[in-house]
């Protein structure tokens, strides 16, 4: 259902290309320049378009700009030996033959890092916003950047401080 659905708005970018351009162009308030192409031109409402994630990259700007900059920058990189991974492989398959539940284990873990992110440091404070990224690297494995702050600041001592009186 989800394929036909893709096909049917995909199709409509397609035979629409100019009235779509055109709505974008005023939408942003730029005057169009562009000549007629053969490439397909992805509006801002498609998932993953360039549009789409230029959009996303403003909105997560627009939000550290109001909100303050981020405490914690935060990398989680999926890890092809996890037992949800390695249960389902049959003798002699790799991760790349399962794709789909790599994503799913990345996906599922990744949620649980979020949430336990929300109530990890309870001297910081109500979570103000959490912002994530994920991508895929070079060898198909999924990994995600993700931005936090908290209500109060959190300082950290590596050892202690010497001072004098």
Not at 68 to 88: A, D
Not at 101 to 114: E, P, Q, S
Request: negative net charge.
């Amino acid at each position: 259902m989800f394929s036909r659905d893709l096909e049917c708005h995909l199709s409509y970018i397609c035979q629409n290309q100019l009235h779509i351009q055109k709505e974008d162009v005023e939408l942003m308030e730029q005057h169009d320049d562009s000549q007629p192409s053969e490439n397909i031109y992805l509006p801002s409402s498609f998932l993953g378009s360039k549009q789409w994630v230029s959009n996303q990259i403003a909105d997560s700007l627009a939000i550290t700009a109001m909100l303050g900059n981020p405490m914690f920058f935060v990398t989680m990189t999926c890890n092809t030996q996890w037992p949800e991974i390695q249960s389902r492989l049959l003798p002699g398959q790799t991760f790349t033959d399962v794709p789909v539940i790599v994503a799913h284990v990345f996906k599922r873990k990744l949620t649980l890092l979020l949430k336990a992110l929300k109530t990890m440091f309870i001297n910081t404070g109500k979570q103000i916003y959490s912002i994530h990224s994920v991508e895929f690297q070079k060898r198909g494995l999924p990994h995600a950047h993700i931005l936090v702050k908290y209500g109060h600041v959190i300082i950290l001592l590596m050892g202690y401080l010497d001072y004098e009186h």
